[in-house]
């Protein structure tokens, strides 16, 4: 299989103990703590380390502050890994690490990246059904009581960048991932050939939301449904911890619900669920980038003050240049491109 999901994430952090009781709070379940790290394993398999940000393991910093600072994608075999290796090696530099089962290297834009030979475990998840006047789906069966938030997946890294179509060009060429979706002149959204999620990763133009700065934006794990999520941020307000978009809401693109935290190990960590899960017979679309941006929140935000007008487009004349992906090689065969 090409690429899949994200196998871990690794942190520099200033605290070691503020960021580890952050996430501890998040959900996350710790299965290792040291002075030096604290790793957290989620029910997909997929990890999260946090390390200190002067740690010599860690890739030199790319942007200001603290936050992730290697971000791992999952392949399952060593052949494929050895198939991305030659590839991504053929023009940069390249690091081999463990037993020959992972490589490093830097993406366009500087940022760090790595593949490793990893096998996703599915995640058993059972959302409540919903129900409705005269299509009732629980009957006699209230919902589940929910306390507090533990996620079980990681769902997208995004990061703040200069320019959004290079950082995506690389990812699309060398990584065999497909445009999703497209947010004029602010953001393209992307996931691997094996991954079906909307998007795994999001490329924002630094200078079109707050803080305005280049670097690691924020990290998404995945919940089950809207009580997991209320339930989860709640807890997290009891805890002191911070929302920034003062509730919850659900983006128009990708239709997921969203909940955002600030995180003293930098950037944000967001709940996530309810997410568009695509195949390779989707269309991507143009959004102006606001009105896809949110279709509800808890409040009216303040960058938001009006109704906007509808503009979406399947204009594929309007996505940025190739931005229509190349099948992959894969099983087996030559590459070719999707316009013949
Ligand atoms: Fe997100």
Redesign the pocket.
């Known amino acids: 299989m090409p690429i899949g999901g994200i196998e871990s994430v690794v942190y520099g952090v200033d605290d070691l103990d503020v960021s580890a009781r952050f996430y501890d709070d998040f959900g996350l379940k710790a299965v290792r703590r040291s002075d030096a790290e604290v790793v957290y394993r989620l029910d997909e398999g997929s990890r999260v380390v946090l390390r200190h940000a002067e740690d010599p393991s860690l890739p030199p910093r790319h942007y200001d502050g603290c936050g992730v600072r290697e971000t791992f994608y999952g392949v399952d075999s060593r052949e494929e890994l050895a198939h991305y290796a030659e590839r991504i090696g053929a023009d940069r530099e390249l690091r081999w690490s463990g037993d020959g089962d992972t490589i490093h290297f830097l993406a366009d834009g500087g940022i760090p990246l790595g593949l490793r030979l990893w096998r996703r475990q599915p995640v058993v998840y059972a959302p409540d059904p919903v129900n409705a006047p005269d299509n009732v789906k629980r009957l006699n069966q209230h919902r589940r009581w929910r306390v507090r938030a533990v996620p079980k997946t990681i769902?997208?890294v995004?990061w703040r960048v200069a320019d959004i179509h290079a950082c995506f060009a690389f990812f699309r060429d060398r990584l065999d991932f497909r445009m999703t979706d497209y947010q004029k002149d602010a953001g393209v959204f992307g996931r691997p050939a094996a991954a079906a999620q909307h998007h795994t990763v999001?490329f924002q133009k630094f200078d079109a939301l707050p803080p305005f700065t280049q670097g690691f934006d924020?990290?998404?794990f995945g919940v089950e449904d809207i009580d997991e999520i209320y339930a989860g941020w709640n807890y997290m307000e009891r805890r002191g911890h911070r929302n920034p978009l003062g509730g919850v809401g659900r983006?128009r693109i990708a239709s997921?619900l969203?909940c955002?935290f600030d995180a003293p190990c930098g950037g944000m960590a967001?709940y996530?669920a309810d997410t568009d899960y695509l195949d390779d017979n989707w269309v991507p679309r143009v959004w102006e980038a606001r009105f896809g941006g949110f279709m509800w929140t808890s409040r009216v935000l303040p960058f938001l003050p009006e109704e906007l007008s509808w503009e979406v487009s399947l204009d594929q004349s309007a996505l940025p240049q190739g931005a229509i992906p190349v099948k992959v090689r894969y099983p087996a065969e030559p590459a070719v491109d999707s316009h013949g």
């Open positions: 769902n997208h995004v999001y924020h990290i998404a983006h997921a969203f955002y967001e996530g």
